[in-house]
């Protein structure tokens, strides 16, 4: 490959790094208001915060978890007990 290919490769590579860190930015800019960013420190174990809307609901967080161990009840990374 010669010099002024080469150049112009790493030129299209930087210009496709830049587009991907606009919209990086947008998506960042967009969801601001909407996440939470505050940084939590849980180690070994899996934070996962719902948000229920309109008629959606469940009663408790021990529904949810039932209502998890009927869908994955095989999955090797599912623990059923409550």
């Known amino acids: 490959m010669d010099i002024a290919t080469a150049a112009d490769k790493l030129g299209q590579i930087?210009?496709?790094l830049n587009e991907g860190i606009r919209k990086n930015t947008l998506i960042s800019?967009?969801?601001?208001?909407?996440?939470?960013?505050?940084?939590l420190e849980v180690r070994d174990?899996?934070?996962m915060r719902v948000c229920f809307t309109g008629d959606s609901s469940m009663n408790t967080v021990v529904d949810f978890k039932k209502w998890g161990s009927k869908s994955a009840p095989?999955?090797?990374?599912?623990?059923?007990?409550t």
């Open 45 to 47: 174990k899996v934070l």
């Open 29 to 39: 800019d967009g969801l601001v208001g909407c996440v939470d960013d505050s940084i």
């Open 14 to 16: 930087i210009e496709e």
């Open 74 to 81: 095989n999955m090797p990374w599912h623990s059923s007990s």
